[in-house]
């Protein structure tokens, strides 16, 4: 019998930036931003904690979690699809695009 892996179970999603279509591992235990560095994705940052606004973008798909209770989006962008990859955390594959959505 062959069961799915929990979230927890499994260590690592897949981050994919489009339209570029560039794509790098997203590890569940380390925010979008750092394993799309390490992915050799270049992505604008600065603060790194949420406050900046800096490395904004839109989440297309997949689901993520934050590192922060209050991750400096409006409820508004969060239901827009803003994500802040410096405290997001991957529960999922996702497609995030640079910028605000528009």
Same mark, same amino acid.
């Given at each position: 019998?062959?069961?799915?892996?929990?979230?927890?179970?499994?260590?690592?999603?897949?981050?994919?930036?489009?339209?570029? /279509?560039?794509?790098?591992? *997203?590890?569940?235990?380390?925010? &979008?931003?750092?394993?799309?560095? $390490?992915? =050799?994705?270049?992505? @604008?940052?600065?603060?790194?904690?949420?406050?900046?606004?800096?490395?904004?973008?839109?989440?297309?798909? /997949?689901?993520?979690?934050? *590192?922060?209770?209050?991750?400096? &989006?409006?409820?508004?962008?969060? $239901?827009? =699809?803003?994500?802040? @990859?410096?405290?997001?955390?991957?529960?999922?594959?996702?497609?995030?695009?640079?910028?605000?959505?528009?």
């Amino acid at each position: 019998m062959t069961t799915s892996p929990l979230p927890s179970q499994v260590p690592f999603f897949t981050a994919q930036v489009v339209p570029e /279509g560039a794509s790098c591992d *997203a590890w569940l235990e380390q925010s &979008l931003l750092l394993s799309m560095e $390490q992915g =050799g994705i270049d992505w @604008p940052s600065s603060c790194r904690n949420g406050t900046c606004r800096t490395c904004i973008g839109h989440l297309i798909a /997949g689901e993520v979690r934050y *590192a922060i209770e209050w991750p400096g &989006l409006s409820t508004e962008e969060l $239901q827009a =699809g803003c994500v802040l @990859p410096c405290v997001a955390y991957p529960m999922s594959d996702v497609e995030l695009e640079r910028g605000e959505p528009q």
